[in-house]
C-alpha cells in the first residue's frame, strides 16, 4: 500500500493544479468517516469536517457518491471552519474511500485532475491479482465488527446501491452487525418467524429480490426509499443447508440480472470465511467465559464488603457475556429483606426491599438454575425489559438459598449449557464469600460500637454545654454507623424536649423536612420512650402503631433509647433510616451504652449551668450597683456644681452693687474731662484709655449681675427652630467675615417646647461664639436641631458643632465652672458657658459636650418635653 507521504503529496499536487482551498482522503470504517490524509486543512479543522461527515444527510450524500462511483458536490454548511463553497466528492473504485474536495469552484478539467488522481489512488490501493474480497483469514479475525464490516464493504463495492446491511443468525433470529447507510438497524435483533420474507429466505436458502409494489414490500426492515420506486435483495449466506446469515441492499433502480449474478457468486465465497471469523469470535468469549473463574478467584475474593464484592462481580460478569443486564439479591438473615443489587447507566445501585410479593421470591424459594434461551418462546419476563434471554443462578449456603444471581441478554441463545455449568460453581464460592463476609462485617460493627463508646467518653467528658456535648456525640453516631440521621434531645430549663445535636447524611434534608414542626410526638415513638424510658427497636415502621411520619420525611428503621439518671429521664438519641432493616440488636445495645455515658456528661454539665447562672446573676447584681454609684456620683457633682454657681452668684451680686457706682462716676467724668480737653491735648490718649478700661469693668460687672440674677423668667411654648433661626440671622455675618462655613439642618417635625425664647437665644448665642472662638483660621459649623429618647422619655435636642482645636480631656470637667477660660490673654472671662449651664439647668435640661483635641467639640443642649 502507498505510504502516508506519498498520498500527500499526491493530494498536494492536485490542489495546486485545481486550485482547491482543501483535499482530504475519507474512508467509511465500521459506519463513520475517518481522515486518512489531508492538504491544507489544519487539525481542527480536520474534527471539524469528521463532524460533519458524521451527520445523517451528508453520510447517506457520501455513500451515495461511493455506490454510484459518480462525482458529487454540494454546498459547504455555513459558519465553520472548514472554508466556504461547495464540497466536491470523487469515490475511489473498488473501496470505501473517496477524495474529498473544498473549492469555490472546480470546472471539468480540475474535475478531470481529481478523478485521475482517484484513479490512481484505485490502482495502488487495490494490488494487481487480489479478489475484490478482503483476506479474512489475516489479523482481520480478531475484531468480528471490523471483519464483518469488510464483508459488506466487498457487496456495497460490487454492485452500486442506497444501503444495505449484513445479518449473523443467533438461533431464530438474526443480528445485524454491519450496515452501510442504515445506522438505524445497527444491533437490531429480527426473528425469523416473525417476518414472512425471512422466513422464505430461511426455507428456500436462495436469494431474493422484491420491488415495489410486490406483496411484502411494505415489510422491509430498516429501508428507506423515495415513494416512486425501489428494489431490495436478500442474499442467503448459507454452509451446507443451514443459513448462517444474510446480506440485504436496497437502491431505487432495479438491480439487473448481471449485478444478481455478481452478488450471488459473492454470496456463495463469503459463508466459509464469515462462518470462521463468527466462530472464531465465539471460541474467544469462551475462553474469556473460561477465564471468568481464575478473575474470580484474583479479584472478587479480595473484596472487603459486599458492595465490593458486587461491584467486581458485576465488572466481570459484564465483560464475560457483553451485557449490563446483571442482577444480584441477597436475603437478610432474618429473611424478610432483600438487598438488590443492579447496574444501572454503567453505575452499581443497591436498595432494599421486602422479600415478600417480589419477583424473584418463586426463583428464592424454588432454588435451581434456569436457562432461558429466548422469552418470546418460553413466555418469559425477565429483571430487565429488554432481555431476550436469561441465565438464573441460586446462591446456596449450607443448603439454604441466600439469594440469587441473574445474567440477562438482549439477544436470544446468548447462554450455553456450559455458561450455566461455569456459574454453578462461581456462585457456589460467591455464596460462601458473601456468608463470610456478612460474619466480618458483623464482627466489625460490634468493634465500631466499642470505638465510638470510647470516641464519645474521650471528646464529651469534661465538657460543660450540653449543646456541644450532644451536636459533638450525635456527629460521632452518624459517622462510625453510616447512619442517615442520627438525633439526640435534652431537656431544657422549661421541662421541653429540644434538638441539641442532630448527624447524618440526610440531616439536612431532615431539618427541611421537620421545618416548624415538633420533633418529639407525644403519640409517637419518641414521646413513647420519653414517658416510659423504654428502648424501641424498630426494623419496619409500617408494622408499628407507635410510629409517626412527619411532613417530608418517612423513616422505614427506627431506634430510639432514653438518657436516664436514675429514674429521671434527661433526654432521647433517635436514629432512623429510610431502608428497612436497617439496625441490628448490636446497634441497639451501642445506643443503650452510650446514652449511659451521655446521661453522666448531661447531669455534670446540668449542674454547671446551674452554677453559672448563679454567677452570672451575682455579676449582674454588681454591675448595677457600679452603675446606681455611678448615676450617685453624677448627681452629687450637678448639685456640687450648682452650690458653686450659687455661691459664685452671690458673691458676683454683692460685689457687682460695690463696683458699678464707682465705675459710673469714672465712666460720667471721664466723658466730662474728655469733651473739654483739646483734641492735640497730651492727655487725651490716656483718659480714653482710662474710659475704655471702666467701661470693660462695668462690662464685667453687668455679666455678673446677670450671671447671679438670671433676670425675670417668661416661659411659653415655642418652637425652637424659630429661635435657632433668630440667632442665626444675628451671627451669619460674623459667620462668614470669620469664613466658617454654616450648616443648618432643623427638624421641621419637632413639637413647641416651654421655654423662655431670650435666655435660649443667649445659650446659643455663647455656643456659637465659643465656637467661632475655636476656629480662628475658619472652618466648618454646623447647627443642628432633633428629637431624641432618653430615660424613657422625649427630648428636644440643640446640637452645635465645630472643626475647632478641639478641649482636652483635663478641661472638660472644668469647662462650665464660672471664671474658667482657655482663652488666655484673648480676652474671656470664663462667663458664659457657665451661664449657659445655669439658663438650660434652670429649663430642667442638660449640656454635655464631646470634643477631640485638632477635630473639633460637639455641644448638645436637651430639653424634657
Given at each position: 500500500?502507498?505510504?502516508?507521504?506519498?498520498?500527500?503529496?499526491?493530494?498536494?499536487?492536485?490542489?495546486?493544479?485545481?486550485?482547491?482551498?482543501?483535499?482530504v482522503?475519507?474512508?467509511?470504517?465500521?459506519?463513520?468517516?475517518?481522515?486518512?490524509?489531508?492538504?491544507?486543512?489544519?487539525?481542527?479543522?480536520?474534527?471539524?469536517?469528521?463532524?460533519?461527515?458524521?451527520?445523517?444527510?451528508?453520510?447517506?450524500?457520501?455513500?451515495?457518491?461511493?455506490?454510484?462511483?459518480?462525482?458529487?458536490?454540494?454546498?459547504?454548511?455555513?459558519?465553520?471552519?472548514?472554508?466556504q463553497?461547495?464540497?466536491?466528492?470523487?469515490?475511489?473504485?473498488?473501496?470505501?474511500?473517496?477524495?474529498?474536495?473544498?473549492?469555490?469552484?472546480?470546472?471539468?478539467?480540475?474535475?478531470?485532475?481529481?478523478?485521475?488522481?482517484a484513479?490512481?489512488?484505485?490502482?495502488?490501493?487495490?494490488?494487481?491479482?487480489?479478489?475484490?474480497?478482503?483476506?479474512?483469514?489475516?489479523?482481520l479475525?480478531?475484531?468480528?465488527?471490523?471483519?464483518?464490516?469488510?464483508?459488506?464493504s466487498?457487496?456495497?463495492?460490487?454492485?452500486?446501491?442506497?444501503?444495505a446491511?449484513?445479518?449473523?443468525?443467533?438461533?431464530?433470529?438474526?443480528?445485524?452487525?454491519?450496515?452501510?447507510?442504515?445506522?438505524?438497524?445497527?444491533?437490531?435483533?429480527?426473528?425469523?418467524?416473525?417476518?414472512?420474507?425471512?422466513?422464505?429466505v430461511?426455507?428456500?436458502?436462495?436469494?431474493?429480490?422484491?420491488?415495489?409494489?410486490?406483496?411484502?414490500?411494505?415489510?422491509?426492515?430498516?429501508?428507506a426509499?423515495?415513494?416512486?420506486?425501489?428494489?431490495?435483495?436478500?442474499?442467503?449466506?448459507?454452509?451446507?443447508?443451514?443459513?448462517?446469515?444474510?446480506?440485504?441492499?436496497?437502491?431505487?433502480?432495479?438491480?439487473?440480472?448481471?449485478?444478481?449474478?455478481?452478488?450471488?457468486?459473492?454470496?456463495?465465497?463469503?459463508?466459509?470465511?464469515?462462518?470462521?471469523?463468527?466462530?472464531?469470535?465465539?471460541?474467544?468469549?469462551?475462553?474469556?467465559?473460561?477465564?471468568?473463574?481464575?478473575?474470580f478467584?484474583?479479584?472478587?475474593s479480595?473484596?472487603?464488603?459486599?458492595?465490593?464484592i458486587?461491584?467486581?462481580?458485576?465488572?466481570?460478569?459484564?465483560?464475560?457475556f457483553?451485557?449490563?443486564l446483571?442482577?444480584?439479591?441477597?436475603?437478610?438473615?432474618?429473611?424478610?429483606?432483600?438487598?438488590?443489587?443492579?447496574?444501572?447507566?454503567?453505575?452499581?445501585?443497591?436498595?432494599?426491599?421486602?422479600?415478600?410479593?417480589?419477583?424473584?421470591?418463586?426463583?428464592?424459594?424454588?432454588?435451581?438454575?434456569?436457562?432461558?434461551?429466548?422469552?418470546?418462546?418460553?413466555?418469559?419476563?425477565?429483571?430487565h425489559?429488554?432481555?431476550?434471554?436469561?441465565?438464573?443462578?441460586?446462591?446456596?449456603?449450607?443448603?439454604?438459598?441466600?439469594?440469587?444471581?441473574?445474567?440477562?441478554?438482549?439477544h436470544?441463545?446468548?447462554?450455553?449449557?456450559?455458561?450455566?455449568?461455569?456459574?454453578?460453581?462461581?456462585a457456589?464460592?460467591?455464596?460462601?464469600?458473601?456468608?463470610?463476609?456478612?460474619?466480618?462485617?458483623?464482627?466489625?460493627?460490634?468493634?465500631?460500637?466499642?470505638?465510638?463508646?470510647?470516641?464519645?467518653?474521650?471528646?464529651?467528658?469534661?465538657?460543660?454545654?450540653?449543646?456541644?456535648?450532644?451536636?459533638?456525640?450525635?456527629?460521632?453516631?452518624?459517622?462510625?454507623?453510616?447512619?442517615?440521621?442520627?438525633?439526640?434531645?435534652?431537656?431544657?430549663?422549661?421541662?421541653?424536649?429540644?434538638?441539641?445535636?442532630?448527624?447524618?447524611?440526610?440531616?439536612?434534608?431532615?431539618?427541611?423536612?421537620?421545618g416548624?414542626?415538633?420533633?418529639?410526638?407525644?403519640?409517637?415513638?419518641?414521646?413513647?420512650?420519653?414517658r416510659?424510658?423504654?428502648?424501641?427497636?424498630?426494623?419496619?415502621?409500617?408494622q408499628?402503631?407507635?410510629?409517626?411520619?412527619?411532613?417530608?420525611?418517612?423513616?422505614?428503621?427506627?431506634?430510639?433509647?432514653?438518657?436516664?439518671?436514675?429514674?429521671?429521664?434527661?433526654?432521647?438519641?433517635?436514629?432512623?433510616?429510610?431502608?428497612?432493616?436497617?439496625?441490628?440488636?448490636?446497634?441497639?445495645?451501642?445506643?443503650?451504652?452510650?446514652?449511659?455515658?451521655?446521661?453522666?456528661?448531661?447531669?455534670?454539665?446540668?449542674?454547671?449551668?446551674?452554677?453559672?447562672?448563679?454567677?452570672?446573676?451575682?455579676?449582674?447584681?454588681?454591675?448595677?450597683?457600679?452603675?446606681?454609684?455611678?448615676?450617685?456620683?453624677?448627681?452629687?457633682?450637678?448639685?456640687?456644681?450648682?452650690?458653686?454657681?450659687?455661691?459664685?452668684?452671690?458673691?458676683?451680686?454683692?460685689?457687682?452693687?460695690?463696683?458699678?457706682?464707682?465705675?459710673?462716676?469714672?465712666?460720667?467724668?471721664?466723658?466730662?474731662?474728655?469733651?473739654?480737653?483739646?483734641?492735640?491735648?497730651?492727655h487725651?490718649?490716656?483718659?480714653?484709655?482710662?474710659l475704655?478700661?471702666?467701661?470693660?469693668?462695668?462690662?464685667?460687672?453687668?455679666?455678673?449681675?446677670?450671671?447671679?440674677?438670671?433676670?425675670?423668667?417668661?416661659?411659653?411654648?415655642?418652637?425652637?427652630?424659630?429661635?435657632?433661626?433668630?440667632?442665626?440671622?444675628?451671627?451669619?455675618?460674623?459667620?462668614?467675615?470669620?469664613n466658617?462655613?454654616?450648616?443648618?439642618?432643623?427638624?421641621?417635625?419637632?413639637?413647641?417646647?416651654?421655654?423662655?425664647?431670650?435666655?435660649?437665644?443667649?445659650?446659643?448665642?455663647?455656643?456659637?461664639?465659643?465656637?467661632?472662638?475655636?476656629?480662628?483660621?475658619?472652618?466648618?459649623?454646623?447647627?443642628?436641631?432633633?428629637?431624641?429618647?432618653?430615660?424613657?422619655?422625649?427630648?428636644?435636642?440643640?446640637?452645635?458643632?465645630?472643626?475647632?482645636?478641639?478641649?482636652?480631656?483635663?478641661?472638660?470637667?472644668?469647662?462650665?465652672?464660672?471664671?474658667?477660660?482657655?482663652?488666655?490673654?484673648?480676652?474671656?472671662?470664663?462667663?458664659?458657658?457657665?451661664?449657659?449651664?445655669?439658663?438650660?439647668?434652670?429649663?430642667?435640661?442638660?449640656?454635655?459636650?464631646?470634643?477631640?483635641?485638632?477635630?473639633?467639640?460637639?455641644?448638645?443642649?436637651?430639653?424634657?418635653?
Open positions: 500500500m502507498q505510504t502516508d507521504t506519498l498520498i500527500d503529496s499526491q493530494l498536494k499536487e492536485a490542489v495546486q493544479l485545481t486550485g482547491a482551498l482543501w483535499a482522503l475519507a474512508e467509511r470504517v465500521g459506519g463513520v468517516w475517518l481522515v486518512r490524509a489531508s492538504h491544507h486543512l489544519n487539525k481542527s479543522a480536520q474534527n471539524e469536517l469528521t463532524g460533519i461527515m458524521a451527520g445523517s444527510s451528508t453520510d447517506a450524500w457520501l455513500c451515495g457518491a461511493l455506490s454510484g462511483g459518480h462525482t458529487r458536490s454540494a454546498e459547504i454548511p455555513e459558519n465553520n471552519s472548514v472554508g463553497g461547495r464540497f466536491f466528492a470523487f469515490p475511489i473504485s473498488n473501496s470505501s474511500k473517496l477524495i474529498l474536495v473544498g473549492a469555490l469552484d472546480q470546472p471539468a478539467a480540475a474535475q478531470r485532475i481529481w478523478r485521475l488522481t484513479s490512481l489512488l484505485a490502482g495502488q490501493f487495490t494490488p494487481k491479482g487480489q479478489a475484490l474480497l478482503p483476506d479474512l483469514q489475516s489479523g479475525a480478531f475484531d468480528l465488527p471490523l471483519a464483518l464490516e469488510k464483508v459488506l466487498s457487496f456495497v463495492q460490487a454492485v452500486a446501491c442506497q444501503g446491511w449484513l445479518a449473523i443468525r443467533r438461533g431464530d433470529a438474526l443480528d445485524i452487525q454491519a450496515e452501510w447507510n442504515a445506522p438505524k438497524s445497527r444491533g437490531a435483533s429480527l426473528l425469523i418467524d416473525d417476518n414472512p420474507i425471512f422466513r422464505r430461511n426455507r428456500s436458502l436462495s436469494d431474493l429480490l422484491l420491488t415495489r409494489g410486490q406483496p411484502n414490500f411494505d415489510q422491509l426492515p430498516f429501508t426509499m423515495k415513494p416512486s420506486g425501489g428494489a431490495w435483495i436478500c442474499l442467503p449466506l448459507v454452509i451446507g443447508q443451514r443459513l448462517i446469515g444474510i446480506v440485504a441492499m436496497w437502491r431505487q433502480k432495479d438491480f439487473t440480472m448481471a449485478e444478481r449474478g455478481q452478488l450471488r457468486e459473492l454470496a456463495a465465497s463469503v459463508p466459509q470465511t464469515v462462518d470462521i471469523v463468527v466462530t472464531f469470535s465465539e471460541m474467544s468469549s469462551h475462553l474469556r467465559r473460561l477465564g471468568l473463574l481464575n478473575d478467584v484474583l479479584t472478587v479480595s473484596a472487603q464488603n459486599l458492595d465490593q458486587a461491584r467486581r462481580m458485576f465488572g466481570l460478569l459484564s465483560r464475560a457483553n451485557t449490563e446483571i442482577a444480584l439479591f441477597l436475603r437478610s438473615s432474618d429473611g424478610r429483606i432483600l438487598r438488590d443489587y443492579r447496574l444501572l447507566e454503567g453505575k452499581l445501585n443497591v436498595i432494599s426491599v421486602s422479600v415478600a410479593d417480589h419477583p424473584i421470591q418463586p426463583l428464592l424459594k424454588e432454588g435451581r438454575v434456569r436457562r432461558i434461551s429466548d422469552s418470546s418462546r418460553e413466555g418469559f419476563v425477565g429483571i425489559k429488554t432481555a431476550r434471554s436469561e441465565l438464573v443462578v441460586p446462591l446456596r449456603y449450607r443448603g439454604q438459598a441466600t439469594g440469587v444471581l441473574v445474567i440477562e441478554n438482549s436470544a441463545e446468548t447462554f450455553s449449557q456450559y455458561d450455566e455449568h461455569l456459574m454453578v460453581v462461581i457456589s464460592h460467591l455464596a460462601g464469600l458473601i456468608e463470610y463476609t456478612r460474619l466480618r462485617e458483623e464482627a466489625e460493627g460490634r468493634a465500631r460500637s466499642l470505638g465510638l463508646i470510647h470516641e464519645v467518653v474521650q471528646q464529651v467528658i469534661g465538657l460543660n454545654d450540653k449543646k456541644e456535648v450532644a451536636s459533638i456525640t450525635a456527629e460521632l453516631v452518624a459517622q462510625y454507623f453510616k447512619y442517615e440521621l442520627a438525633a439526640i434531645l435534652l431537656m431544657d430549663g422549661r421541662s421541653e424536649y429540644s434538638i441539641q445535636g442532630i448527624g447524618g447524611t440526610q440531616a439536612q434534608i431532615f431539618k427541611e423536612a421537620l416548624d414542626q415538633e420533633f418529639l410526638q407525644l403519640s409517637g415513638v419518641t414521646g413513647h420512650v420519653s416510659k424510658g423504654e428502648s424501641v427497636l424498630l426494623n419496619d415502621t409500617t408499628s402503631k407507635l410510629y409517626k411520619s412527619s411532613k417530608g420525611w418517612l423513616a422505614r428503621s427506627e431506634i430510639c433509647v432514653a438518657v436516664k439518671d436514675g429514674e429521671q429521664i434527661l433526654g432521647i438519641i433517635d436514629v432512623e433510616s429510610r431502608e428497612l432493616n436497617a439496625f441490628s440488636h448490636n446497634d441497639l445495645i451501642a445506643m443503650e451504652a452510650l446514652a449511659g455515658i451521655l446521661a453522666s456528661v448531661v447531669t455534670s454539665a446540668n449542674q454547671y449551668q446551674k452554677l453559672q447562672e448563679t454567677v452570672r446573676q451575682l455579676r449582674m447584681t454588681e454591675t448595677e450597683l457600679k452603675e446606681r454609684m455611678e448615676a450617685q456620683r453624677a448627681a452629687e457633682n450637678r448639685l456640687l456644681q450648682a452650690a458653686k454657681l450659687a455661691a459664685v452668684g452671690e458673691m458676683a451680686a454683692g460685689v457687682a452693687h460695690e463696683l458699678n457706682n464707682p465705675l459710673t462716676t469714672v465712666t460720667g467724668f471721664s466723658e466730662l474731662v474728655l469733651e473739654d480737653l483739646p483734641e492735640d491735648s497730651a487725651r490718649q490716656e483718659l480714653l484709655m482710662v475704655q478700661e471702666a467701661r470693660r469693668a462695668s462690662s464685667v460687672v453687668r455679666r455678673l449681675l446677670d450671671f447671679s440674677r438670671q433676670g425675670e423668667r417668661i416661659r411659653a411654648n415655642a418652637d425652637l427652630n424659630e429661635v435657632v433661626n433668630d440667632v442665626i440671622a444675628l451671627t451669619r455675618h460674623l459667620l462668614q467675615t470669620n466658617v462655613a454654616l450648616i443648618l439642618d432643623l427638624d421641621e417635625s419637632l413639637p413647641w417646647v416651654s421655654i423662655d425664647s431670650n435666655q435660649m437665644k443667649q445659650v446659643l448665642l455663647n455656643l456659637i461664639h465659643n465656637g467661632l472662638q475655636a476656629m480662628p483660621k475658619g472652618g466648618e459649623m454646623q447647627v443642628r436641631t432633633f428629637l431624641g429618647k432618653r430615660e424613657n422619655r422625649d427630648w428636644i435636642v440643640l446640637s452645635v458643632r465645630d472643626t475647632g482645636t478641639g478641649i482636652t480631656p483635663e478641661d472638660q470637667s472644668k469647662i462650665f465652672e464660672p471664671f474658667f477660660t482657655t482663652k488666655g490673654n484673648r480676652g474671656g472671662t470664663g462667663l458664659g458657658l457657665s451661664v449657659t449651664y445655669g439658663i438650660v439647668a434652670d429649663h430642667g435640661g442638660t449640656i454635655e459636650v464631646l470634643s477631640q483635641t485638632g477635630r473639633g467639640s460637639v455641644f448638645e443642649v436637651w430639653l424634657p418635653l
